[in-house]
C-alpha cells in the first residue's frame, strides 16, 4: 500500500502559478506510475499529467506546455508545476499511484487538493 498527501493548492489570479506536491509513504522507485488527476464540480475526474518509473511523461492536450510533472526521488515526492493559470484549470486535483501486480493493478489516491483560479 501507499498513503499519498497533496499540499500546495490555493487560489491564484489567471496566469498565476502554483506548485502541487505529492508526498508518498514508500519509495517511488516502487511505483510504476504516478499522476494528477482534476475533478471540477459536476465533470468527471480527468487526467492531468502522468510520469512512469521510467521517467517518461504524459500531458493532457489542455495543459500541454503549461504544466509539469516531476519526481524528487529522495523525498519520494511528485510534483505538478502550473503556469499560465486559467480559470478553466479550477479544480480538486488528486495525486494519483498505480501500482501493477501479478494479476492486477492497485491505484492509491490522495485527498485532492483545491486550486482555484480567478479571473
Known amino acids: 500500500q501507499v498513503q499519498l498527501v497533496e499540499s500546495g493548492g490555493g487560489l491564484v489570479q489567471a496566469g498565476g502559478s502554483l506548485r502541487l506536491s505529492c508526498a508518498a509513504s514508500?519509495?517511488?522507485?516502487?511505483?510504476?506510475?504516478m499522476g494528477w488527476y482534476r475533478q471540477a464540480p459536476g465533470k468527471q475526474r480527468e487526467l492531468v499529467a502522468l510520469?512512469?518509473?521510467?521517467?517518461?511523461?504524459m500531458y493532457a492536450d489542455s495543459v500541454k506546455g503549461r504544466f509539469t510533472i516531476s519526481t524528487d526521488n529522495a523525498k519520494n515526492t511528485v510534483y505538478l508545476q502550473m503556469n499560465s493559470l486559467r480559470p478553466e484549470d479550477t479544480a480538486v486535483y488528486y495525486c494519483?499511484?498505480?501500482?501493477?501486480?501479478?494479476?492486477?493493478?492497485?491505484?492509491?489516491w490522495g485527498q485532492g487538493t483545491q486550486v482555484t483560479v480567478a479571473s
Open positions: 494519483n499511484a498505480h501500482i501493477v501486480g501479478v494479476t492486477n493493478g492497485y491505484d492509491y
Open positions: 514508500r519509495s517511488i522507485f516502487s511505483i510504476n506510475v
Open positions: 510520469i512512469t518509473s521510467g521517467s517518461s511523461t
